[in-house]
């Protein structure tokens, strides 16, 4: 990296600070973060000075709706920004810019987080920046692990990309053709009434421990990309005649019964499979060997297990992967990315803050980087 | 790290001298100078009769040992078959020489040769290699790109006419091959993912999966490469060998897919 990061410094400040926020999905994230005068490195790394979150939970059984969700939203935003400042001790003034989420997610939470963002620069005067959700998601994960050039597995509630940068964008080489595999976790959950607290992939993983018998599946990889809605379909209808009790399933070879947790782990096991191959294919094809998961799903530590048992066969091979309060949907990550924008003069006039429900990863240029 | 793969080759292959080309993403390529049943006499006739491929596609530990089971069988049962039916079309594509479909071996004829640089002549290689020669357009859109992509896609045509489905199209799937007069020809390899569909929809999505790899690879002359790669396919539609059978019209209707297909890949949802 060359690019000149400190153009926009304030004189005599020796470091930045911005505030993140974030609410595409149903988690509202604020988060502050410090970047030094300087290139970003591992002797000069950005400093979290605080990420604090809160998520809508629904009842087992339900998804969030976009209205409630953005009403839960509306109720928080105000105390967890006051909640971020306060543990970072810093306050409006110190800051350098506002970042918000732009895009892609619900319509209706990002407006109503985008209002704070808009509210919030005008109150302290400070410049706006939008930031794409995923970017957010790349470049906190690479500032985390250190990876440098990974090729990146971003895996959530709404999103499944295999991406590699190439220059200056983060370019998709595979995605999914239907559904992403997060929402494809949470439907099953929901067939299953499997409770939404801590979420609902979380208690998949659990159940899916306790699985014996792999049940065959749907196997829909289309080279780079892959097709989740027919294994979905696939396994709900399963999950209907084991509730029935009319004709349940049994395992093949020992004539046993299909349990939920066999259920939960044959489609953990597949759609796993799926995602590795696909994530292995991207990297033969771009001559990478880092991989960097990314998003809600990466915090699923048999998707990291397999991923580490796949990068182990590949030569000079390594995995990193975040923890939770980087992986699911956070504040702090759009405070860094929006950071990294801020430091090459991008920034959003008031006009220009409109959010998206679609806006892709490719879409955005990044200035930040020019290898 | 890849070693205990080529052991684990090596063990399935015993007394075969094993050279790594390559380490795709689910198989392991070699290079040996063996035929598995033919003697060196009898191979004279043969252009590459001293350099064989062998594809292995080693076990993967991060799947569950069924799905693995089944998925290597299958695709290099499907790969092997595609192969066979392909050297019937004479449409261009590696021999096939012998198949081992439980240890997931396939034996094929040498394909290509190694550029300047000494990398695999894939269309892939050979675009970043001209890259690297000039960056500018002269080299990399000149009337040799222009005619390797009408070649392609008249071949990707060739295939879908014909209801098979290549399944993982990248311009790494692809050869190039010098024939006599010095004109590169394409060939097609990596079939494991393949299938047969007269279906639209089916050729739509193989089309738009080499449109995206292209895009994401090759991005600074991709429109038009695309465009040549559509051109290509058009017109092989409309040759006098295919459009007796029905080629306009199937033209029409897959093109008319792969638009939905497009806007299917950058409208979805995307929460999250």
Known sequence: MTVDLDQYAKPGKSYYLALGLEGSANKIGVGVIKHNLGQLSSTNSAEVLSNVRDTYVTPPGEGFLPRDTARHHRNWVVRIIKDALKVAKVSGSDLDCICFTQGPGMGAPLQSVVIAARTLSQLWDLPLVGVNHCIGHIEMGREITGAQNPVVLYVSGGNTQVIAYSRQRYRIFGETLDIAIGNCLDRFARTLKIPNIPFPGYNIEQMAKKGKHLVPLPYTVKGMDLSMSGILAHIDQLAKQMFSGKKPPVDEETGEPITAEDLCFSLQETLYSMLVEITERAMAHVQSNQVLIVGGVGSNLRLQEMMQLMVQDRKGGSIHATDERFCIDNGIMIAHAGLLSYRTGQTNELWNTVCTQRYRTDEVFVKWRDD | ?272
């Open chain 2, 1 to 272: 790290m890849t070693d205990h793969i080529v052991a684990q080759a090596q063990k399935i292959l015993p007394n075969i001298p094993l050279s790594v080309v390559s380490q795709g993403a689910e198989a392991l390529v070699f290079q040996t100078g063996t035929h598995p049943y033919c003697s060196e006499e009898s191979l004279i006739h043969l252009s590459n009769a001293s350099t064989f491929i062998i594809k292995y596609r080693p076990p993967k530990p991060y799947r569950h040992p069924k799905i693995d089971k089944q998925i290597t069988k299958s695709r290099t049962i499907a790969e092997a078959k595609f192969m066979s039916k392909l050297s019937k079309l004479s449409i261009p594509s590696p021999d096939l020489i012998s198949i081992d479909s439980i240890n997931g071996v396939i034996w094929m004829g040498y394909k290509g040769k190694p550029l300047a640089n000494g990398e695999i002549s894939s269309l892939k290689n050979w675009l970043w290699w001209l890259e690297k020669q000039d960056d500018s357009a002269s080299l990399c859109v000149s009337d040799v790109v222009e005619k390797v992509f009408l070649n392609i896609g008249a071949l990707i045509a060739k295939l879908h006419l014909n209801e098979m489905i290549h399944g993982d199209l990248t311009s790494s799937n692809i050869l190039l091959e010098e024939n006599h007069d010095g004109v590169f020809e394409a060939v097609l390899i990596d079939f494991g993912l393949s299938s047969y569909s007269g279906l639209p929809e089916d050729k739509a999505v193989d089309l738009y999966v080499l449109e995206r790899a292209v895009l994401s690879t090759h991005s600074v002359h991709s429109e038009i490469y695309n465009e040549w790669l559509l051109k290509g396919y058009n017109d092989m539609h409309l040759s006098k060998e295919f459009k007796s059978k029905q080629g306009s019209k199937k033209l029409v209707e897959t093109i008319k897919r792969l638009e939905d297909v497009r806007l299917r890949g950058r409208k979805r949802s995307m929460l999250g």
